[in-house]
């Protein structure tokens, strides 16, 4: 059994972190590739 996967954007510059999504791996196999490239620039 596996536990909870926390998705997170880490800003070097700024030297912020932003939470994007945490979710349980039972109930989702994937993170949301989609909502992720928001962050990436």
């Known amino acids: 059994m596996s536990g909870i996967r926390i998705i997170y954007a880490y ?3 700024e030297d912020a972190i932003e ?3 945490i979710y349980f791996k ?3 196999e ?3 590739k989609k909502r ?3 962050y990436s620039g």
Do not use: A, V
């Open 11 to 13: 800003f070097e510059k």
């Open 19 to 21: 939470f994007i999504e």
């Open 26 to 28: 039972g109930d989702k």
């Open 30 to 32: 994937n993170e949301d």
């Open 36 to 38: 992720i490239k928001k």
